[in-house]
């Protein structure tokens, strides 16, 4: 890809692009109407308006009972330290959470770091198309199990977990333990309430850079009467459920973009297609592909394909040189030889895990990006398994007795 060329951006469960309107909305609160909302003179009243207004449109958007459910992060990551040790601290005497192999690191990091501390923690296991069983979920709860956290869509797969009637469970076995999902991947790509179907949710957690705001903001919402208490403390802000003076333009463009979002359900139907289209097409032009959580309900933006006996850095400097931007599920990147947490906990084979491509799309993704995809995937695998030492060109076909290699290579 030259200097001139425009990519094909393709990475939006990352983070997305700032919508127009939003920076619009952003740009006063840098300039002129600058002043900090808690501050007591009139010029601070529009900065203290500015926030409420954005407030009542997150709690539109995801279907809140009242606004005053809201509350202003720094973004998904401390909205997950938030809820999981919120609530422990609410129920002290309580010492057991209940969460997902499958996890964001936001929540998978944080309940490990939670057995350091002496908590006990239950990591449901989920099956190979991603799907978590509900029966496992009721056999883990104890009497002392505080709260049970469990995504609303995986980050790397798009399966959803059918968090609403799962929270419904949990409550009708004991009505004390919190419920929270973090749905920072579904939060404005497809309906939902938490007036409706999830209404035996008791906190979620959302971020703004995913649906076309700002980095370094993000939503809490914590039902009224919850047994939560802050995280962070130093401060009146936010009804004193989190501390710190509030990031005023980033809360503003996050209200624009859930306004934005209410206004553009309707294109996850044409994301829909264009996730078939794409996956119909790769699996048609390509050998020893999986499409992962393939059978799974899943998001309408995201696809996951795991390319047999090549690696996943590969295929992205690959993409990168014919000018489309993605990622891979893969550790590669980090110095690791492990795959994905998420693709190893759904045993996806040892031969394909490491050759993971996510495909992520927004409501700025147009047909011919996809198109342009279509066409250079094929070449771009083809060229790398040319050079592996797993895979015969001759039959376009692994190379005889390579799996058993591998597996005693690598075991």
Request: net charge neutral; hydrophobic share 40%.
């Amino acid at each position: 890809m030259t200097m001139n060329q425009t990519a094909i951006y393709l990475d939006n469960n990352a983070t997305t692009r700032v919508a127009p309107e939003v920076l619009d909305a952003m740009l006063p609160f840098f300039k002129d109407q600058f002043y900090n909302p808690s501050s007591t003179y009139p010029e601070a009243s529009n900065a203290r308006d500015a926030i409420e207004k954005a407030r009542e449109s997150v709690a539109r958007l995801v279907g809140a009972g009242a606004r005053s459910e809201i509350l202003f992060t720094s973004g998904a990551t401390e909205g997950n330290n938030a809820a999981l040790w919120g609530a422990l601290r609410a129920n002290p005497e309580r010492r057991h959470v209940i969460t997902t192999t499958v996890e964001h690191p936001a929540v998978l990091e944080v309940a490990r770091d939670l057995q350091r501390h002496g908590y006990r923690v239950t990591f449901l296991p989920v099956d190979r198309a991603g799907r978590l069983n509900a029966a496992d979920l009721l056999k883990a709860i104890s009497p002392d199990t505080a709260i049970v956290s469990i995504m609303h869509g995986n980050n790397e797969t798009g399966v959803m977990f059918a968090v609403g009637e799962l929270a419904r469970l949990v409550k009708r076995v004991d009505p004390k333990i919190v419920v929270h999902t973090d749905a920072t991947q579904t939060v404005g790509k497809i309906p939902l309430s938490l007036s409706r179907d999830l209404a035996s949710v008791d906190i979620l957690t959302m971020s703004g850079h995913k649906l076309h705001a700002a980095k370094g903001v993000g939503a809490m919402f914590v039902r009224r009467g919850a047994r939560w208490r802050p995280f962070l403390i130093g401060g009146h802000q936010e009804r004193g459920r989190r501390a710190g003076t509030e990031n005023v333009a980033g809360i503003v463009g996050m209200g624009r973009a859930c306004e934005l979002a209410l206004d553009s359900f309707h294109e996850k139907d044409r994301l829909r297609s264009l996730q078939s289209r794409l996956e119909k097409s790769v699996k048609a032009s390509i050998p020893n592909v999986y499409v992962n959580g393939e059978g799974a309900e899943r998001l309408p933006n995201t696809s996951n394909f795991a390319f047999e006996y090549v690696e996943g850095e590969g295929i992205l400097m690959a993409l990168v040189d014919s000018g489309v931007l993605a990622s891979s599920g893969s550790a590669c990147t980090s110095g690791s030889l492990d795959p994905s947490h998420v693709l190893k906990a759904m045993d996806v084979p040892f031969t394909a895990a490491h050759g993971s491509l996510r495909i992520s799309t927004s409501r700025y993704t147009s047909d011919a990006e996809i198109d342009r995809l279509i066409e250079i995937l094929p070449v771009v695998i083809e060229s790398l398994r040319r050079i592996s030492p797993y895979w015969d060109t001759t039959t376009n076909a692994p190379r005889q007795g390579v799996d058993v290699f591998i597996q005693e290579k690598y075991r």
